[in-house]
């Protein structure tokens, strides 16, 4: 059984939360909330809410034990960009993108063994 969360269109760019995503992949759900409660990025913040999520999910709709919980799969892929310009010199504009992302926290139980 696996419990899963998705947020979708996250204002932070897809490099910044995969780096977040990365480090907990593999560890045990109460170890990701910890090692995300610290970490000095704001990308952290965001995907330490979707853990959160996906552990509710798991407790709440699959009556599953948080504490043998395990961080699956975790991914992020790249959501719709807002195009926005900025005024150059000489009457010119560049192009900004602001990213947007998509990020999935699939939780599933420990195997015993």
């Not at 759900?29 to 970490?39: K, P």
């Not at 599953?64 to 010119?92: C, E, I, T, W, Y």
């Amino acid at each position: 059984m696996e419990a899963k969360a998705v947020a979708r269109y996250v204002r932070v760019t897809p490099r910044k939360a995969r780096q977040m995503v990365d480090v907990i992949r593999g560890r045990s759900y109460r170890e990701a909330l910890q090692l995300l409660q610290f970490m000095p990025k704001d990308a952290a913040g965001i995907v330490a809410k979707v853990v959160r999520s996906a552990g509710a999910n798991a407790e709440n709709n699959l009556e599953l034990d948080p504490d043998n919980l395990v961080v699956a799969a975790a991914f992020v892929n790249q959501g719709p960009s807002l195009k926005r310009f900025m005024p150059k010199a000489r009457g010119r504009a560049d192009r900004i993108r602001k990213r947007t992302s998509h990020i999935t926290i699939i939780l599933k139980e420990k195997k015993e063994g």
